[in-house]
């Protein structure tokens, strides 16, 4: 198809100073699965439903290989267990049931975020998938926009997804709401769209497929929780006597899952073919009790899906009813930018305060392992140009042993006045590397309800030449964000000359 084409090679985006940022082209296996345009379904079991998880369009290939557990002595926690099971810790939610529906993706990724609660105590930790799949495909207002609907089924609930929809639509604020107020019952009546959040993510750690990805999974679980994984599940592979799962070659996926902890010592024999190596991955699936183990099973380290792609870990955090945030990107990331590493990557997004408003956190998204990164925040920005104005924040240099979105506490909060226009901007430095970043990008049939306007979204390479993103790429937003909240007393003003 035309837009597949168009992707696939690499487009320059107009020159700034002596260089150009690039798109990224395509993650493969997306190009791969719009041009087929199926999904598999087993058909071993009446009781399996539809098997619905589509390959994300954002293209991890640079990060294979990539190590996340940190060289030296951190505050994080290196896995040395042979056997670990977050069940035993209590941070494993009860085995759920998606029947009839292909929701597994969005059962998958609220499993990771109710693990998370459950490690740091957030009440109640029990979120509603049936609220997360209806509006990632139904638009709550001009806003808050839905992702496209890029072929039919007879329910919404079929209609598949990923990871980065599903991120996209809670970090925005389209849920955590509780299973409570929007259960997995009466499928038929939509959910509402007023219904309150109880949780919101942090962040979103991405564990890196290669090499390095057993070690990954289990840094990431034990130190976050259970990690979101996809895989191709065909019956033919699942030992139903071991519960056992094992794919030697194919990399597709149509099954999302959550891993929960690890067995280096589960035996090879127990899978219908037989991996080089003992060790499996405990995990748990959402098609009630009565599969598998009570719901769970194993997979062999050796999936070729999983060692291919890896998977993620949603941190949870207690949604705070008097946060605002200032974003354009209302359909997330779908696309990646990167400018060589020689020169530095700024990129900004203009905001105008809507309240008076502190701000007093920023969410940045694709941070690369041990890249460099500042934060600014300019206050009665002039003429389109982010830096503009005055300085209001500087923070420390920063940076971070695993790529994925973070939000970052500023050190001092930032008062902006209703109407003042305001500009966050992240510097990225890199050494060896290209410097990437994420973008909200128009993809047919996948994502084209997101507008954007001039005066939005730039980059630059040098901080003081920006071009303008909206006037390269149409309705295309930089995925960078500012979490304010009420200005509700009265704050001295910060001298730059101070700043950190």
């Given at each position: 198809?035309r837009?597949?084409?168009?992707l696939?090679?690499?487009i320059?985006?107009?020159?700034?100073s002596?260089?150009a940022?690039?798109l990224v082209?395509?993650?493969?296996?997306?190009?791969?699965?719009?041009?087929?345009q199926?999904?598999?379904?087993d058909?071993?079991?009446s009781k399996?439903?539809?098997?619905?998880?589509?390959p994300?369009?954002i293209n991890?290939?640079?990060l294979?290989?990539?190590s996340?557990v940190p060289?030296?002595?951190?505050?994080?926690?290196q896995?040395?267990?042979h056997?670990?099971?977050?069940?035993e810790?209590?941070?494993?939610?009860p085995?759920?049931?998606?029947?009839?529906?292909?929701t597994c993706?969005?059962?998958?990724v609220?499993?990771s975020?109710?693990?998370?609660?459950?490690k740091?105590?957030?009440?109640?930790?029990?979120f509603?998938?049936k609220?997360l799949?209806y509006?990632t495909y139904?638009?709550i207002?001009?806003?808050r926009v839905?992702f496209?609907?890029?072929?039919?089924?007879?329910?919404i609930y079929?209609?598949?997804?990923?990871y980065n929809?599903a991120?996209?639509?809670i970090?925005?604020?389209?849920?955590?709401?509780?299973?409570?107020?929007?259960?997995?019952?009466n499928?038929?009546?939509?959910?509402?769209?007023?219904?309150?959040?109880?949780?919101?993510?942090?962040s979103?750690i991405?564990?890196?497929?290669?090499?390095?990805?057993?070690?990954?999974?289990k840094?990431?679980?034990?130190?976050?929780?259970?990690?979101?994984?996809a895989?191709?599940?065909?019956?033919?592979?699942?030992n139903?006597?071991?519960?056992a799962?094992?794919?030697?070659t194919?990399?597709d996926?149509?099954h999302?899952v959550?891993i929960?902890?690890w067995d280096?010592?589960?035996?090879?024999?127990?899978?219908n073919?037989?991996p080089?190596?003992?060790?499996?991955?405990?995990v748990?699936?959402?098609?009630?009790t009565w599969?598998g183990?009570?719901?769970y099973f194993y997979?062999?380290?050796?999936d070729a899906?999983i060692?291919?792609r890896?998977?993620?870990?949603?941190?949870?955090e207690q949604?705070?009813?008097?946060?605002?945030?200032?974003l354009?990107?209302?359909?997330?990331?779908?696309?990646?930018?990167?400018s060589?590493?020689?020169?530095p990557?700024?990129?900004?997004?203009i905001?105008?305060?809507e309240?008076?408003h502190f701000?007093k956190?920023a969410?940045?998204?694709?941070?690369?392992?041990?890249?460099?990164?500042?934060?600014y925040?300019?206050?009665?920005v002039t003429?389109?140009?982010p830096?503009?104005?005055?300085l209001?924040?500087k923070s420390n240099i920063?940076s971070?042993t695993?790529?994925?979105?973070?939000?970052?506490d500023l050190s001092?909060?930032v008062?902006v006045?209703?109407?003042?226009?305001?500009?966050i901007?992240?510097?990225?430095?890199?050494?060896?590397?290209p410097?990437?970043?994420?973008l909200?990008y128009?993809?047919?049939?996948?994502?084209?309800?997101?507008?954007?306007?001039?005066?939005?979204?730039?980059?630059?390479?040098?901080g003081t030449n920006?071009?303008?993103?909206?006037?390269?790429y149409t309705n295309t937003?930089?995925?960078?964000?500012v979490?304010?909240?009420?200005a509700?007393h009265?704050?001295a003003?910060?001298n730059s000359?101070?700043?950190?």
């Open positions: 198809m837009f597949i084409s168009l696939i090679a690499l320059t985006l107009f020159p700034i002596s260089y940022i690039d082209p395509l993650n493969p296996a997306f190009v791969k699965w719009r041009q087929q199926i999904i598999k379904q058909k071993a079991s399996i439903p539809p098997l619905r998880a589509e994300s369009p991890n290939s640079h294979k290989n990539t996340i060289k030296q002595k951190s505050k994080e926690v896995p040395t267990e056997y670990f099971d977050l069940r810790k209590g941070y494993v939610s085995i759920r049931d998606q029947n009839p529906y292909g993706w969005a059962f998958a609220i499993s975020m109710e693990s998370s609660a459950l740091h105590g957030i009440n109640p930790a029990d509603s998938e609220h799949a509006f139904t638009a207002d001009q806003k839905a496209d609907i890029g072929y039919q089924w007879d329910s079929d209609l598949g997804g990923n929809k991120f996209a639509m970090s925005r604020g389209t849920g955590a709401v509780s299973e409570s107020v929007e259960p997995y019952s499928m038929g009546t939509p959910p509402s769209a007023e219904a309150k959040n109880v949780s919101s993510i942090k979103m991405y564990a890196p497929g290669g090499d390095s990805v057993v070690a990954n999974i840094y990431l679980i034990k130190n976050y929780g259970a990690v979101d994984v895989i191709d599940y065909e019956s033919s592979f699942f139903s006597y071991t519960n799962f094992f794919d030697e194919s990399t996926t149509n999302a959550t929960i902890g280096d010592s589960y035996s090879k024999y127990n899978f073919t037989t080089q190596n003992n060790g499996a991955w405990i748990r699936n959402s098609w009630g599969w183990d009570n719901g997979i062999s380290y050796e899906a060692r291919d890896g998977g993620n870990v949603f941190i949870a949604s705070k009813d008097n946060e605002f945030q200032y354009y990107d209302y359909l997330g990331k779908t696309a990646y930018t990167y060589d590493h020689t020169t990557l700024f990129i900004s997004n905001f105008t305060a309240k008076d701000l956190k969410l940045i998204f694709d941070v690369e392992p041990e890249n460099k990164y500042t934060i925040i300019y206050k009665n003429d389109n140009k830096m503009s104005g005055s209001a924040y920063f971070f695993a790529s994925g979105v973070y939000t970052v001092k909060t008062p006045k209703k109407g003042e226009k305001f500009s901007v992240l510097k990225t430095v890199s050494e060896t590397k410097n990437y970043y994420a909200e128009p993809i047919q049939g996948y994502a084209t309800q997101m507008t954007a306007s001039a005066g939005q979204s730039f980059y630059s390479t040098d920006w071009t303008d993103i909206s006037k390269v937003n930089i995925c960078l964000r979490i304010a909240v009420p509700t009265s704050m003003p910060i000359l101070l700043l950190n």
